[in-house]
């Protein structure tokens, strides 16, 4: 049997294949998992506007979050990078709203290039409520 995370990894993995990227090619895949279990599955999403694109981590959140979720325990980003994928600023900002700093991340690349971090190492001294 397949060990949850591995789950994860190939949700991400086969969101790839749903990117819609006309533009750039590069395709990002997301897999945000909740606390009770539900995941969700993001793609990056261009625009012949090219500022209007949403990654794929932000896709993932606005579903999940949109469906009234609010409590996630893992977010795995794939790409078809050579070394794990880096998620944008603006997506860790995002992440930083949502999650709790010590929530893991896995970020994966081409032949098994895995990499995992925390929240809070993506986004070191992040700009949160505390801050208004
Ligand atoms: N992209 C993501 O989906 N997530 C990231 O964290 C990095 C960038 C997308 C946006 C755009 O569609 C493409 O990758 C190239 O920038």
Redesign the pocket.
């Known amino acids: 049997m397949m060990e949850a995370k591995e789950e994860w990894i190939s949700t991400a993995t086969e969101a790839l294949d749903k ?1 819609y ?1 006309p ?2 090619h ?1 395709p ?1 895949g997301a897999c945000l998992v909740t606390k009770s279990g539900k995941i969700y599955q993001g793609i ?1 999403i ?1 625009n012949a506007s090219f500022g209007l ?1 949403n ?3 932000r896709t993932a959140f606005f579903k999940a979050v949109s469906e009234g979720e609010r409590e996630f325990s893992h977010l795995v ?1 794939a790409g078809h990078t050579p070394e794990p ?4 600023g603006a ?1 860790r900002q995002v992440m930083a709203e949502f999650c709790h700093p010590d929530m893991p991340v896995t970020l994966v690349g081409d032949n098994g290039a895995i990499k995992e971090m925390s929240v809070r190492e993506l986004l070191p001294y992040a700009f949160t409520e505390k801050d208004l």
């Open positions: 990117a990227v533009y750039s590069f990002v990056n261009e694109t990654c794929a981590e980003v994928i880096s998620p944008c997506c």
